[in-house]
T-cell receptor
Framework: NAGVTQTPKFQVLKTGQSMTLQCAQD?????MYWYRQDPGMGLRLIYY???????DKGEVPNGYNVSRLNKREFSLRLESAAPSQTSVYFC?????????????FGAGSRLTVL | LAKTTQPISMDSYEGQEVNITCSHN???????ITWYQQFPSQGPRFIIQ???TKVTNEVASLFIPADRKSSTLSLPRVSLSDTAVYYC???????????FGKGTRLSVIA
């Protein structure tokens, strides 16, 4: 089992460029999440999808868009990247059933915006 | 959303037992308490989860008092490889979103 797979692992962008971070899980999980982690800081929730076809804002959604393409895939898009979006991005998923909030995380995507 | 508060950092010597306490005063009836461990440049990984009283697995114990307003992660006989950031997460996956606190940076010293 691959678990949660994120691509790309590393990316360098110039200010104003756009890109999409991809996330896929093979655990038949209902819920998926995108977090960002700045150097030396904790995890902050950007967007989440409780189930296929639904998405909701988290703590820091500004500057991002998401798409829950199907049950397996949840992408995060930066339309016009800014240096403040330099961070490590983690995708996570869980079953989404009451109480079952054990998150499985991907390895992360390290984004640098120049 | 249950907000959590943890000590920012802790130091311990190898072989000692480490207890990290998390405060979650506004925990809801359906919320579970889950602890994660994160090493540098890696995603967090699950350690232990509980609802009330005590839970023990092969790596840790979790103590939850009757009022559930706090919880304590206990790591027995830590080693250098236990140096990491530990997060307490309180929530119910049936009522997302799941928001992390700032975590506790544990440094184990030889």
């Amino acid at each position: 089992n691959a678990g949660v797979t994120q691509t790309p692992k590393f990316q360098v962008l110039k200010t104003g460029q756009s890109m999409t971070l991809q996330c896929a899980q093979d655990m038949n999980h209902n819920s998926m999440y995108w977090y960002r982690q700045d150097p030396g800081m904790g995890l902050r929730l950007i967007y989440y999808s409780a189930s296929e076809g639904t998405t909701d804002k988290g703590e820091v959604p500004n500057g991002y868009n998401v798409s829950r393409l199907n049950k397996r895939e949840f992408s995060l898009r930066l339309e016009s990247a800014a240096p403040s979006q330099t961070s490590v991005y983690f995708c996570a998923s869980n079953l989404g059933a009451p109480g079952a909030n054990v998150l499985t995380f991907g390895a992360g995507s390290r984004l640098t915006v120049l | 959303l249950a907000k959590t508060t943890q000590p920012i950092s802790m130091d311990s010597y190898e072989g000692q037992e480490v207890n990290i306490t998390c405060s979650h005063n506004n925990i809801a009836t359906n919320d579970y308490i889950t602890w994660y461990q994160q090493f540098p440049s890696q995603g967090p990984r699950f350690i232990i989860q509980g609802y009330k009283t005590k839970v023990t697995n092969e790596v840790a114990s979790l103590f939850i008092p009757a009022d559930r307003k706090s919880s304590t992660l206990s790591l027995p006989r830590v080693s250098l490889s236990d140096t990491a950031v530990y997060y307490c997460l309180v929530g119910d996956a049936g009522n997302t979103p799941l928001v992390f606190g700032k975590g506790t940076r544990l440094s184990v010293i030889a």
